[in-house]
């Protein structure tokens, strides 16, 4: 069997199990969302998940985004999640056809920005690094690590010209600041900071790649952050990421290294837990993105493209 990433691997396996609804693509296959190419409400909030937090959104809309880089992973629904308008995508397609080095991400942010999103929060299942981060742990990166390549990584393109944006804290003050507030109200614990190391994937690690990371440091690691992180800064979009802790990674773990069956089991068993983490996190970000310094990307130097 082809390998695959540890979120949609979950997701292929539950829509296995699932009703057939799950388990076909497009979202006209879902009873609560209609289609529609007329104007629409725009959505300041935009998260990027999988399909397991699909029927979140009431009364969503697809809405049809296009994009100088094609087409995103699946149609952006817009419809309301904690009291807010909402812009969702599955990162890997609602059939799950987007492996971690195939995902558009060009596309998946820049349709996102199109339907009016300025904020977003990313939803992810990670590796742990660390011993006392084990399965179920929540966690609040603050920093990444990318260790992918061959990823269309930016928007500049040949010819295009350029601005370096700056990057040394890729996420989100406020929306980290939000998630923190969510997690205190309700009692939940959440790991405040810690470096995501992104690989390339879709394999695991090997020992000796996991014991690397161990050692400088790094907490968790995942396939899909970067790009994903780094054209929102592009896009002068804040950008927030919850990650669930599904495994210890391979030079953690005493074994066999990571299994197909303890991530299935571990995400199924927290999915509630990130699901109630994202709806209060999104209830209490700000009005909208302001004078947040995550949308200042451009404030020196215009880029070589209109923003959507
Ligand atoms: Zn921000």
């Not at 990057?167 to 939940?188: I, K, L, N, S």
């Not at 773990?253 to 069956?261: K, L, P």
Request: aromatic share 6%.
């Amino acid at each position: 069997m082809p390998a695959a990433p540890i979120y949609s691997r979950y997701i292929a396996q539950k829509a296995a199990n699932s009703p057939p609804r799950c388990n076909r693509p497009g979202p006209a296959s879902v009873p609560s969302v209609t289609a529609t190419s007329s104007p629409f409400d725009p959505a300041d909030i935009g998260v990027i998940g999988g399909s397991g937090f699909y029927s979140l959104l009431d009364d969503a809309d697809a809405v049809a985004a296009s994009t100088p880089y094609g087409d995103p992973s699946a149609p952006v629904t817009v419809g309301r999640l904690g009291g807010r308008r909402v812009a969702f995508l599955p990162r890997h397609g609602t059939d799950h056809r987007y492996a971690p080095h195939v995902v558009p991400y060009r596309a998946n942010m820049w349709a996102l920005r199109s339907v009016g999103v300025r904020q977003v929060v990313s939803l992810s299942a990670v590796g742990s690094l660390r011993a006392d981060l084990g399965p179920g742990a929540l966690v609040l990166p603050d920093q990444i690590v990318d260790r992918t390549h061959g990823r269309d990584h930016t928007l500049f393109d040949a010819g295009k010209g350029v601005v370096h944006a700056t990057f040394a804290d890729p996420y989100c003050a406020r929306g980290r600041a939000a998630a923190r507030a969510a997690a205190r109200d309700a009692g939940a614990d959440l790991v405040d900071g810690g470096a995501l190391v992104v690989i390339n994937g879709p394999r695991f690690s090997t020992r000796a790649e996991s014991l690397e990371y161990q050692h400088n440091g790094w907490s968790i690691i995942g396939m899909t952050a970067m790009p994903e992180a780094g054209l929102a800064r592009e896009l002068a979009l804040c950008y927030t990421t919850l990650a669930l802790v599904t495994d210890l990674d391979a030079g953690v773990e005493a074994g066999e290294g990571v299994t197909h069956s303890e991530v299935l089991e571990q995400f199924a068993a927290n999915l509630p837990r990130l699901r109630e983490l994202l709806v209060a996190t999104v209830e209490r970000l700000p009005a909208e993105q302001g004078d947040c310094e995550c949308g200042t990307t451009y404030a020196a130097a215009s880029p070589p493209f209109d923003l959507p």
